[in-house]
């Protein structure tokens, strides 16, 4: 129960003489009594309302309170319930402002077992209209009650004159601090913690922001702007975590057992799970040891509709928080917005609007930064818990379809397609150039890093790979090796080992060392390659399958596949459908590895299938619109992908 604000308010009834003017009852601490001359009397109500003050919550917050009167039976006497409006303070005379109401032929008991029983219940509104609006909420509640009698054998004993003196409790029943536990902050960024206060029913009791005290456990990990509001905000100071929890003094609930957790980070690393195009900085397309093995069941757990198609752009996935379960997706659209959404719900969290569509993959970090590029030749940096934006590149040369790869110190690479030809090393923070480097053509693909993080490699329409030194931008030896056809939407990806394979729009696939050297004659497909390929590796990181998926749109027929290659030797493995089956709808959605070896992808019909590792159909999922985008893959082997009718969906 809520504890009882003595303090709050005071209720005063009494029944004068029938006929004579009516006396107040104490006018603080209140009271009920009855002087009856006959079986009629009446009860003037008064309600003393103190002057509002810091001191007061729910006074501050309340402007009528609706007193109701009800005999025995349970039934309102004449007149009731009313609304007693808050009469003007009285400012600086210290008096408390006093308002009335009175009960008109009240039967009086006329005897003590025969004593009329009478309740009285205030609730107290924040409106001046009482309850006659259902979506206010009461801010305080109480009872009391009063029984009038007459003594027929000595009238100097009538109960007459009694004190029924009760207080009005609070009904704020729980506090809760939002958001609970947020992504890590790094230093010197800041978030806004907010408290609301709920009643028994779960709906929001107002409260006066001056009444909401906060605490933190670590004023040296984040400092907080004020001890008192309904929101505060905090700034990251030092690497750490603290609990920051809110009490509302006037109830003394507080939010202590649930406080906001923030956590101070010093990684402006890729955020551990899906944070980026296909997943890691290898680019693989494989979900790592921080997801579960539990196999995707092929339903629609949720559909989430941006405002037009998704074409090329994948979703990112944020952590799974651990304590309550929370996680984002982030996903752009041709609408020229990215989105953040609820990964439990698929509700929108926010959205922010670029100024041109999205092709680019969002990439996140551990700290909570999401970095987006926009064919507004821009690249965006967001808060990745309200959409803010936190800096904007300038306008480049080219629209940036690439999608961003966060480096090892934080750095943003990326390149810009036609007319662009750059390719970009950008500061976490602002966004401005840290070195560039100019290819003959556009850049559209993903760039991937060395195991060691020391080199970046990326591929060029003029069908060359490059690497670069990821610090200082200058070339590796042995590099850029020619493909002999044009890299759009392929990007490299690189094993444990160092190697790096590509396909090219021609249709072939190659394998080169770190040094440059083509590890195996490339495998001719025949057929367009617009996806990335996708890398299974053993536990002990030892490349064991390369998968990949072709895009036959202009033969007239569907014969696409799906194939699964060695990585040592390039030989196929095995095709999805099988040699002699009819082929599949084509292919530009890149191919990803749950953590059972179930390999997920798109199709231009509009098909998610789900592949066993050894080329088995365990499920396929109709979306009913072309897909162009590359599944990404959660904690729990959910599988989310956009199509060409703008919708995000969950997968499991």
Request: charge should be negative; charged fraction near 15%.
């Amino acid at each position: 129960m809520p504890g009882a604000l003595a303090t709050l308010l005071a209720l005063g009834v009494v029944a004068p003489l029938t006929g004579c003017g009516g006396g107040l009852g104490r006018p603080f601490g209140g009271g009920v009594s009855a002087l009856p001359v006959s079986n009629v009397g009446r009860l003037q109500i008064t309600v003393a309302w103190p002057a509002r003050k810091p001191t007061r919550l729910i006074p501050d917050a309340s402007n009528s309170i609706v007193v109701d009167i009800k005999n025995a039976a349970g039934v309102s006497v004449a007149g009731f319930p009313k609304v007693l409006v808050r009469p003007a303070d009285i400012s600086g005379s210290g008096t408390t402002a006093v308002a009335t109401v009175t009960a008109g032929d009240l039967e009086v008991g006329r005897s003590a077992a025969a004593a009329e029983q009478y309740t009285i219940t205030a609730v107290a509104y924040p409106n001046t209209t009482g309850d006659a609006n259902p979506a206010d909420v009461p801010q305080a509640r109480g009872t009391g009650f009063a029984s009038l009698w007459l003594n027929p054998t000595n009238p100097a004993q009538d109960h007459t004159s009694q004190s029924v003196g009760f207080t009005m409790d609070s009904t704020i029943v729980r506090l809760e601090t939002t958001p609970e536990i947020g992504f890590p902050l790094r230093i010197g960024r800041t978030r806004t913690l907010t408290a609301t206060a709920y009643d028994a029913n779960d709906l929001v009791v107002l409260t006066t922001p001056g009444k909401i005290q906060w605490v933190t456990t670590d004023s040296s990990v984040a400092t907080l702007s004020s001890t008192t509001g309904q929101s505060i905000v905090v700034t990251a100071a030092a690497f750490g975590t603290t609990r920051i929890s809110a009490t509302e003094t006037e109830s003394g609930i507080t939010s202590v057992g649930r406080p906001s957790i923030v956590r101070v980070s010093d990684s402006t690393l890729l955020a551990a799970g899906w944070g980026k195009f296909h997943g890691d900085l290898q680019n693989t397309g494989q979900v790592g040891t921080w997801a579960t093995g539990v196999a995707n069941q092929g339903q629609v757990k949720w559909g989430f509709l941006t405002g037009n198609k998704i074409l090329l752009t994948s979703p990112a996935i944020s952590e799974v928080d651990a304590t309550t379960g929370d996680f984002m997706v982030f996903a752009g659209s041709q609408d020229s917005t990215v989105y953040g959404i609820d990964g439990k719900t698929g509700n929108e969290v926010w959205r922010y609007e670029t100024n041109g569509p999205v092709d680019s993959s969002p990439a996140l970090t551990n700290d909570g930064v999401l970095y987006v590029g926009s064919d507004d030749r821009k690249v965006y940096a967001l808060d990745a818990e309200t959409g803010t934006l936190l800096a904007s590149s300038a306008a480049f040369g080219g629209p940036i379809s690439s999608s961003p790869t966060i480096g090892p110190d934080g750095s943003i690479y990326v390149g810009e397609s036609l007319p662009g030809k750059t390719f970009y090393c950008l500061d976490s923070r602002t966004l401005a150039v840290k070195w560039s480097f100019v290819a003959p053509d556009g850049i559209v693909n993903c760039a991937a890093f060395s195991p060691d993080n020391s080199r970046v490699y990326f591929g060029c329409q003029d069908g060359r790979i490059y690497a670069r030194n990821a610090t200082t931008g200058t070339a590796i030896p042995g590099w850029p090796v020619t493909l002999g056809s044009d890299i759009f939407a392929s990007s490299p990806v690189v094993d444990t080992a160092g190697n790096v394979y590509i396909a090219s729009t021609a249709g072939r696939v190659f394998a080169f060392t770190s040094a440059g050297v083509q590890r195996w004659a490339p495998r001719d497909f025949a057929v367009p390659i617009f996806s990335t390929l996708a890398l299974a590796s053993d536990a002990g990181g030892a490349a064991t399958q390369l998968y990949v998926s072709t895009c036959d749109f202009s033969s007239g027929a569907d014969n696409s596949r799906v194939y699964a290659l060695n990585p040592a030797t390039g030989a196929i493995n095995w095709q999805y459908p099988a040699v002699g089956d009819p082929g599949l709808e084509p292919m530009s959605s890149s191919p990803s590895i749950g953590r059972d070896g179930t390999v997920f992808v798109g199709t231009w019909g509009g098909d998610v299938l789900a592949l066993t590792s050894t080329g088995s159909l365990r499920w396929s999922f109709d979306t009913t619109g072309m897909i162009e985008s590359s599944p990404a893959i959660g904690k729990d082997g959910t599988v989310y992908i956009g199509n060409h009718n703008g919708l995000v969906f969950a997968i499991r």
